[in-house]
């Protein structure tokens, strides 16, 4: 989940609602959804379904592709402080997002850290003045699954135009750039790290720029607050895997390097990619930026019994707010 929300909604608007409840239990199959909810949405109109999300389950909401003026909007609302954590991809564009960017966003699985209330909130906007509204199905899916075991591997994407590199240890996030952007190389695996902090290791914080989708990984809490500050798109990501505090038989050093030209930051583990960048002429060597595992941890053994138990998550649904919360 975003460390810091896409904005505020005023829950008063949501106040006086009638609800309807419906169940949504995991079939312990990530390729399905759990749950559909289905209808017709008219300008103006909207739909609210209020649900408990609990720690430990991997959260994933996704509408249909409706375009045109009656497009329905989607966003996930802490319901304790009003906190948008989750807009599709429509909802997204109307918050200032570029269409790639919002889709990426909007196809993001998210975690909490523990139980809470959630509200789904569905609408369309009221049509100009003078015209009859329009009506159009509306489908949204859910789903709540266990995480899936990545063996926290980073993986590397290069722009070869722009000189960029792009890391991420989203799955996810690897195979949506592999299937819409052949314009850039695909690195593969880089390192490899922890998914749990213990004795010895210290977490690598992820810097997220939300416009340009860029990401940058760093142990130095210096670096990262400097990065935030650069840019007013840029947020912590918080600790997205933990690595040893100091060399050790089973590390190797992750180089970062500089480019004179751009100031872009690339990292590697690979002696001769350093050397071959450093003899370009137009890239700083700024020595190791941490110490990162040479090879993946051993995969966890499953939980039987956890993954036999369906998750259990009651959403209540409630319709007809006033249109002109949403409009």
Partial sequence: MASVPFGTLDLSQLAALESLQVTLLSDGDRATADLSLEGDLTQGGAYVYALEMHAGLEYRFGTAAVEGPAAEHVILVDRSSGDIVWGSSTALRGFGFEP??????ASEALEVDARGS???ILWSAAPPAGQEPLTESFRIEAS???PAFSGNAVYRFFDTQMQVQRLTASI???????AERPDIRYDGEVFFGSDKPGEGLIPVFEVLDYHTGSRFYTADLAERDALIEASPSRVDQGAVIYVPDEPG????PLYKLANLDSGALFLTSNLNERLYLLLQGNWADQGTAFDVLAAPPAQPAADSAASQSPADVAIIGVSDPEP????
């Fill in 100 to 105: 790639q960017r919002a889709a990426e966003l």
């Fill in 324 to 327: 002109s919360a949403f409009s």
């Fill in 249 to 252: 038989p089973d590390t190797i």
């Fill in 172 to 178: 996810e996030v690897r195979d949506q750039l592999l």
């Fill in 144 to 146: 709540a699954d266990a």
């Fill in 118 to 120: 959630y509200l789904l």
